[in-house]
């Protein structure tokens, strides 16, 4: 009809001025049908704009948008509707994607739970580790935390990418802290201590990654920010119960990144990655070490990587140097009568370490292993207290002769397997060992060996983990999760221990969005 009628008003404004002749006919019939073929695309796109469609000049990069009734139907929804939907949750490009975990945990031997702590609970064996107790557990499977990402397209093959993310306690709803969980139990007797330890997590509003950086398909990815290493990286695709508090040494002990819990996240770096057939390779390089007062460290610090994947097997090889590293603890009872209220011991290396990792796919079952040896000297570049950390901690005790007399050399083999028993059940067991050499002034294996010495810190000494862990996936997103985790110490690295042992059965829900 709307065809006809401006095809009508095409030919009145031409044939009606005055006669028309055999040349103006035929001019009129091309007009005409010049005008009915504009007259045809306006009507197909008056209907694609009706029914809310893309038009096809854009279809090959936009998605169709729905119709104003799925606007609809999804306001309809109730909140576990959409909880429930297996598409991951985006606007416009960007995607929010989260973790929450939480559960119930018995230990043989704990500490009781601390909201600052990252971890929640001291689920390996510490020092500071008593009585028997039943706890809510925050994170047996992992952390649980949300973020954003996204992508878009700068030119054809080159996209601007983003992500952030920051880690909370689920139990507790605050960010992670490891250096307010440490101020808290400045001066306190061990047998009185709560859950504790220092982290890369100081409270940051992203403090697990933030960054901002370029992608191609062929040349690799370069991001700019806060960003997680290279061997905290490969810890969490190479260790068979990836990522748990609960059930891995890997997942519990940020320390095995490079030495340090603080050096899983490089602040302030750039990182590169990028794919070249069955190969890749990677390198993150840290610019500076911020901080105020004495804390400047001149030294680099930076990972290079390679790896390869070849049918059901995959390796990755990882090398790293921190200068500067920083273990940071709370103040001894001595201490904390006489230094400044709120402020931290720290310990100060530099730290080498080579990390290799291998898993293989066969049928159900995967098989993971790896291992890393990390070297810790005294720093090239001594830090003097008192100075402000670059979390804005004040440190009033500085170590920066802990490995005078000879290099530490910590060592760490795992090994584990996965089984998918079927779509829902997957069967995880993890065993882990930590050993180090003797550093200290006095060897520990000479004939008149005394119990002072052979437990002393720097005297040879092992850590032995064994993690088992079964999920029921009632769906992509949530899973139920049962587990326990055995850990015990010995020798040097038992020093100043109150048990050398804990179990720590635990159970709980995890949703990922």
């Known amino acids: 009809m709307v065809g006809r009628l401006l095809g009508f008003v095409a030919f009145m404004a031409v044939v009606v001025p005055g006669e028309a002749t055999a040349d103006d006919l035929a001019q009129l019939k091309q007009q005409?049908?010049?005008?009915?073929?504009?007259?045809?695309?306006?009507?197909?796109?008056?209907?694609?704009?009706?029914?809310?469609?893309?038009?096809?000049?854009?279809?090959?990069?936009?998605?169709?948008?729905?119709?104003?009734?799925?606007?609809?139907?999804?306001?309809?929804?109730?909140?576990?509707?959409?909880?429930?939907?297996?598409?991951?949750?985006?606007?416009?490009?960007?995607?929010?994607?989260?973790?929450?975990?939480?559960?119930?945990?018995?230990?043989?031997?704990?500490?009781?739970?601390?909201?600052?702590?990252?971890?929640?609970?001291?689920?390996?064996?510490?020092?500071?580790?008593?009585?028997?107790?039943?706890?809510?557990?925050?994170?047996?499977?992992?952390?649980?935390?949300?973020?954003l990402k996204g992508e878009e397209e700068i030119l054809p093959g080159l996209a601007g990418v983003f992500g952030v993310n920051t880690q909370f306690n689920l139990a507790s709803g605050q960010l992670g802290n490891g250096p307010a969980s440490l101020v808290q139990n400045n001066g306190v007797p061990l047998a009185y201590q709560s859950s504790n330890g220092d982290s890369a997590r100081a409270g940051q509003a992203f403090n697990d990654y933030a960054y901002l950086g370029v992608s191609s398909a062929d040349y690799g990815v370069l991001t700019f920010g806060r960003q997680r290493t290279l061997t905290t990286d490969d810890r969490s695709v190479y260790d068979p119960i990836a990522g748990s508090l609960a059930f891995s040494l890997l997942g519990y002990s940020g320390s095995l990144s490079s030495g340090d819990t603080e050096?899983?996240?490089?602040?302030?770096?750039?990182?590169?990655?990028?794919?070249?057939?069955?190969?890749?390779?990677?390198?993150?390089?840290?610019?500076?070490?911020p901080g105020y007062g004495a804390s400047q460290t001149n030294g680099p610090t930076y990972q290079v990587?390679?790896?390869?994947?070849?049918?059901?097997?995959?390796?990755?090889?990882?090398?790293?140097?921190?200068?500067?590293?920083?273990?940071?603890?709370?103040?001894?009872?001595?201490?904390?009568?006489?230094?400044?209220?709120?402020?931290?011991?720290?310990?100060?290396?530099?730290?080498?370490?080579?990390?290799?990792?291998?898993?293989?796919?066969?049928?159900?079952?995967?098989?993971?292993?790896?291992?890393?040896?990390?070297?810790?000297?005294?720093?090239?570049?001594?830090?003097?207290?008192?100075?402000?950390?670059?979390n804005g901690y004040p440190i009033s005790v500085a170590t920066n002769n802990a490995f005078q007399y000879h290099d530490k050399v910590l060592q760490v083999f795992w090994g584990g397997v996965k089984f998918a028993y079927d779509s829902h059940l997957d069967l995880s067991i993890g065993y882990y060992h930590e050993w180090q050499n003797s550093y200290g002034k006095i060897a520990c294996n000479f004939a008149n060996n005394t119990?002072?010495?052979?437990?002393?810190?720097?005297?040879?000494?092992?850590?032995?983990?064994?993690?088992?862990?079964?999920?029921?996936?009632?769906?992509?997103?949530?899973?139920?999760?049962?587990?326990?985790?055995?850990?015990?110490?010995?020798?040097g690295m038992a020093n100043g221990f109150l048990y050398t042992n804990t179990i720590d059965p635990t159970v709980g829900l995890r949703y990922t969005f």
């Open 32 to 147: 005409i049908a010049a005008s009915r073929e504009k007259n045809a695309e306006l009507i197909k796109r008056l209907e694609r704009v009706e029914k809310r469609e893309v038009v096809p000049a854009q279809a090959s990069k936009l998605a169709p948008q729905p119709a104003p009734a799925a606007f609809v139907a999804q306001g309809a929804k109730s909140s576990l509707d959409v909880l429930a939907s297996e598409a991951p949750l985006k606007f416009h490009g960007i995607t929010l994607f989260g973790v929450l975990d939480a559960g119930v945990a018995w230990q043989s031997h704990g500490a009781p739970f601390n909201g600052y702590y990252p971890q929640g609970l001291e689920y390996a064996i510490q020092k500071n580790s008593n009585h028997s107790m039943f706890s809510v557990a925050p994170g047996g499977m992992g952390y649980s935390g949300v973020g």
């Open 263 to 289: 050096n899983s996240r490089f602040d302030n770096s750039i990182k590169y990655l990028v794919h070249v057939g069955p190969a890749r390779f990677g390198a993150i390089y840290k610019l500076g070490q």
């Open 305 to 390: 990587s390679a790896g390869f994947d070849v049918q059901a097997l995959s390796f990755d090889a990882v090398y790293s140097h921190v200068s500067g590293a920083i273990t940071l603890s709370s103040l001894s009872v001595a201490q904390a009568a006489k230094l400044p209220a709120g402020s931290l011991a720290a310990t100060i290396s530099d730290n080498s370490a080579v990390l290799l990792s291998a898993k293989y796919s066969y049928g159900p079952f995967k098989f993971f292993g790896g291992y890393e040896h990390i070297n810790y000297a005294d720093p090239n570049d001594p830090i003097v207290a008192p100075y402000v950390d670059s």
């Open 451 to 491: 119990k002072l010495v052979a437990n002393a810190s720097t005297c040879s000494g092992a850590e032995d983990a064994i993690g088992f862990v079964g999920e029921y996936h009632f769906s992509k997103k949530l899973e139920a999760y049962a587990g326990l985790m055995y850990t015990a110490v010995s020798g």
